[in-house]
Nanobody
Framework: QVQLVESGGGWVQSGGSLRLSCAAS????????MSWYRQAPGQEREMVAH????????SYEPFAQGRFTISRANIKNTFYLRMTDFKPEDPAVYFC?????????WGKGTLVAVSS
């Protein structure tokens, strides 16, 4: 059974930093493509960043480019989203998503909020 568990959410100050983690089990991690999404209240879920099999290929949505970094540690079956320069529009529930061998899996999400 595939499980994705996000962690690292919480409160962060405007301009601050936070790192999210997504630990995966039950799948071939090194053959999976990983993504982070987010969903703010009343809004559609949107992609944040994406990383390929080896970690060499990454892509970011414009709002994340230059501030967020997606990475993966295949040996730990975990991937990450490092967020810096946190902005008022960044609070949301952040979800990890894995595409492995044609199947799509989602975590349950972790809440990231901003404190003034």
């Amino acid at each position: 059974q595939v499980q994705l568990v996000e962690s690292g959410g919480g409160w962060v100050q405007s301009g601050g930093s936070l790192r999210l983690s997504c630990a995966a089990s039950g799948l071939s991690f090194s053959e999976a493509v990983m993504s982070w999404y987010r969903q703010a209240p009343g809004q559609e879920r949107e992609m944040v960043a994406h990383i390929g099999f080896t970690g060499d290929a990454t892509s970011y949505e414009p709002f994340a480019q230059g501030r967020f970094t997606i990475s993966r540690a295949n040996i730990k079956n975990t991937f990450y989203l490092r967020m810096t320069d946190f902005k008022p529009e960044d609070p949301a529930v952040y979800f990890c998503r894995v595409l492995a061998l044609g199947s799509n899996y989602w975590g349950k999400g972790t809440l990231v909020a901003v404190s003034s």
